[in-house]
């Protein structure tokens, strides 16, 4: 009788379509109003998730320091972050590592009318920057302006503030220019502004070859190493919701109340920009043009910014998914 209920249930759980191994779970802590809630989102409408034979366990969250913290104190197995603080991390004794989720960054915008033709023209006026004084965005612009002999520190009058802030205050008129994270720039866009310059137009003339993803899925290489079949099919199933989010716009119309977009031409602003970030670089490439960047930022930006590496940390990039 042992013997015929071995054989049996199996074979009923394969006639009802239930899978034999239980799905296995990743915890994420999730910014409440960020992109990733919206590539979420896609995955479970699509039942991605389920054919991936995972179970995501999603705590929400504030902003992206909560995330770190649920991450650093074992309560998340992956959130969003940047390879530079994971590299910073990594420097102190955490063994974080990263893997490319979207290259989009922020622009410099001005107003449709505005006489700013070009980055130099920035000289003698105001300029918002959002995200404060270590902004990377800010930070490389600063490079970038130097290498043409223009310090924007003190040829141009800065103010610095939250993003939302700063968008806030373009809107109004009470600044010639501004700096600020894709989604606020896509705001501007969508209200008429012109992108004067994207940060990934100047990344060339800092040595990058390619665009490069700012922001990753950010875990604890140990678990990885322990859950590494699972980790595959986590980013194999995260890159087919972003190949859905490419190719259907009935997609962004299931997820357009999370994005907060009341009319079209923002939704189709975000969808757009969205899809201008999504990652199509090897990872090896990624990483060596994220390690000539990181030695501008540390140039730049100083100890604050990077912590005591001058480099970045060799395992920075996760790189243990089939066809990488």
Not at 64 to 84: Q, V, Y
Not at 202 to 222: H, Q, R, T, W
């Amino acid at each position: 009788m042992r013997v015929l209920a071995r054989t049996i249930v199996p074979a009923m759980m394969l006639a009802l379509g239930t899978p034999a191994h239980a799905a296995d779970t990743i915890r994420l802590a999730v910014q409440k109003t960020g992109t990733f809630s919206w590539e979420l989102a896609t995955i479970r409408e699509a039942g991605l998730d389920k054919e991936a034979n995972l179970s995501l366990e999603v705590t929400e969250l504030a902003s992206p320091e909560a995330g770190k913290i649920a991450l650093r104190a074992g309560n998340a197995d992956i959130m969003l972050s940047d390879w530079l603080w994971v590299s910073r991390e990594r420097a102190l004794g955490a063994k974080l590592t990263f893997y490319p989720y979207s290259s989009a960054l922020g622009a410099v915008m001005v107003p449709a009318a505005s006489p700013i033709k070009t980055l130099a023209d920035l000289k003698g006026r105001k300029l918002g920057v959002g995200g404060g004084p270590i902004d990377k965005s800010w930070l490389l612009l600063q490079a970038r302006m130097k290498q043409d002999g223009i310090d924007l520190k003190s040829d141009a009058s800065i103010v610095y503030g939250a993003p939302p802030l700063i968008a806030a205050k373009a809107l109004d008129g009470e600044m010639d220019a501004s700096l600020n994270f894709w989604n606020f720039c896509a705001q501007l866009e969508a209200k008429g502004f012109r992108r004067l310059a994207g940060i990934e137009d100047i990344l060339p003339k800092l040595g990058a070859k390619g665009a490069v993803s700012a922001v990753g899925y950010v875990f604890d290489e140990g678990w990885a190493g322990s859950h590494r079949d699972a980790v595959a099919r986590f980013i194999a199933m995260t890159r087919k919701a972003k190949q859905l989010l490419v190719s259907s716009d009935a997609a962004w119309d299931k997820i357009a109340p999370l994005t907060g977009a009341a009319d079209p031409v923002l939704l189709k602003t975000y969808r757009d920009r969205y899809r201008d970030g999504i990652p199509r670089r090897s990872v090896s490439d990624e990483e060596a043009d994220a390690r000539v960047l990181y030695r501008v930022l540390a140039e730049t930006g100083g100890r604050d910014l990077v912590g005591p590496a001058a480099e970045l940390d060799p395992g920075t990039f996760y790189h243990a998914v089939p066809g990488d």
